[in-house]
């Protein structure tokens, strides 16, 4: 049968296609990503079965497994333990096999023994949806072809590449490879583009990384995350309830001396105060101190702009031995950088009281300030002005 029930122009295929695509990313991240495997968000039963069951039409993808194998990749990112990790096992390896690890870790029992409890488990799980897996997309090129004749065959093959591309490809892949950062988060996590358009937000996959148990992937203003669109949507129509989400620090008026409520949101906010260090202290300092040297090549300058702000154990060996050299060059990036670590060891320490809290950050703080560096001394003293915005969950 050449035509099916439905006819359209040629510009109607595609728009479907792409809505139907569109849905799917949608199910993974929403459903699967957000609110099975980091319980971001409760989603209504109803809302939570439609997504189900979509999933099993067009990828036929076990929610057990996939939320078991993204929940290890946490655990153990960069690792060779780490499923799917451009950096251990090669980025062509996981852009273009990125379906066949899922599927290899899929197979490991101690994987989903340890990362896949608290998925659904009730009858229609077990005895459809991880019982007869494949069924699903099996009955989805059946309705393809009858509504669309044979270029429904080429709806449902696009369908069917499109998780395994953007992402087991592109997130896996690219997410961990290619794009900007606006944490230094410990794994080599990035923002693929500020718009998560195409794969739901997915793109904004470092600020995921950094928080990984907000239901909203955006952090700047100018971001844009559709999957949170979404699942506001669904919140307006009660089929879904936001549980956690990022921190949003701001500044209020400086206090005289940093009490507990200031020090909780400096804790909560770590990343966000790290980033600000970097932008209004260490680059600054770079840039003034060593911006017009030239016993450095450009390139090396670069990488060392990188590098000086850069969780330390993502360093490179070379790169270590580079910067040391350009410490020894400035005594003021030389501090900077020193205040940067022990900034970054106050969120390493087991504090035995609150007051203990207080006094750490009130030691950095004091002595960043006797340092006689501007931009140190406006950092420390903005510190006492930090607060936790009040943030609305539904």
């Not at 950096?87 to 599927?103: A, D, M």
């Not at 790290?274 to 101190?289: C, I, N, W």
């Amino acid at each position: 049968m050449l035509d099916g029930l439905i006819a359209l122009p040629w510009w109607g295929y595609v728009v479907l296609t792409l809505a139907l695509t569109h849905l799917t990313i949608v199910s993974v991240t929403v459903y699967l990503h957000r609110c099975q495997a980091h319980c971001a968000l409760d989603l209504h039963p109803l809302s939570a079965h439609l997504f189900r069951f979509w999933l099993w039409l067009t990828t036929g993808m076990v929610t057990k497994e996939w939320v078991a194998i993204h929940r290890k990749h946490h655990a153990k990112t960069e690792t060779a333990e780490d499923p799917h990790s451009p950096h251990v096992v090669g980025i062509g390896t996981v852009f273009w096999q990125g379906s066949e690890l899922y599927r290899e870790e899929a197979g490991n029992a101690d994987t989903l023994e340890h990362y896949g409890h608290g998925t659904p488990d009730d009858w229609i799980e077990r005895n459809l949806y991880t019982r007869l897996s494949s069924m699903g997309v099996v009955l989805m090129l059946a309705l393809n072809l009858l509504l669309f004749g044979l270029l429904g065959v080429v709806i449902w093959a696009v369908q069917m590449i499109w998780i395994p591309v953007t992402a087991a490809g592109v997130v896996n892949g690219f997410g961990h490879y290619w794009g900007y950062r606006n944490f230094e988060t410990p794994d080599g996590s990035t923002n693929i583009m500020n718009l998560g358009i195409l794969i739901g937000g997915e793109e904004l996959h470092n600020n995921h990384h950094a928080y990984p148990g907000s239901a909203k992937f955006s952090s700047k203003r100018w971001e844009l995350d559709t999957g949170w669109l979404y699942i506001r949507m669904l919140s307006f129509l009660n089929l879904a309830k936001v549980r956690r989400r990022a921190p949003q620090p701001v500044r209020v008026a400086i206090k005289e001396k940093i009490d507990l409520e200031t020090a909780k949101a400096i804790i909560s906010s770590k990343l966000h105060v790290m980033a600000d260090y970097a932008q209004h202290v260490t680059l600054p300092t770079f840039r003034s101190e060593l911006s017009g040297n030239k016993m450095h090549g450009k390139k090396l300058m670069r990488q060392m702009r990188t590098a000086v702000i850069r969780e330390k154990s993502r360093l490179k060996p070379l790169h270590q031995k580079h910067l040391q050299v350009l410490l020894q060059d400035s005594e003021a990036l030389h501090t900077v950088y020193e205040f940067q670590g022990r900034l970054q060891q106050l969120w390493n320490e087991t504090y035995a009281s609150h007051e203990r809290l207080i006094q750490a950050i009130t030691q950095w703080c004091k002595e960043a300030e006797a340092t006689g560096i501007r931009v140190l001394q406006t950092f420390a003293q903005s510190l006492r002005g930090y607060a936790l915005q009040p943030t609305p969950v539904g």
